[in-house]
C-alpha cells in the first residue's frame, strides 16, 4: 500500500500539488480558527494563492524536465 502511495506521488507531482492546493483552500475557507489566527481572511487567501503558485511552478518544472523531448538529444 504505501510502495502504490509513493509510485503515485512520483509518477503525478501536478496532480498531488494540486490536491494539497485544493486541501489548502478547504482549510482556509472551512476552518475559522485559521482566519483568526492569520488576523483576516484576505491574510489566508493570500498566502493560499502564494503557496499554489509555489506549488504549481514546481510542479510544471518537474514535469517539463521529465518529459522534454530534446533532453538526451543535446546531452544535457
Known sequence: MFNAIRTFVRENPVRVRAGVGALL???????????EFAGSEAVV??????????????????????????RNVTGQ
Do not use: I
Request: charged share 15%; aromatic share 8%; net charge positive.
Open 25 to 35: 483552500v478547504l482549510l482556509g475557507q472551512y476552518v475559522p480558527g485559521v482566519a
Open 45 to 70: 487567501d493570500g498566502v493560499t494563492l502564494a503557496l499554489l503558485v509555489l506549488l504549481g511552478e514546481s510542479a510544471s518544472r518537474k514535469v517539463a524536465a521529465k518529459y522534454n523531448p530534446y
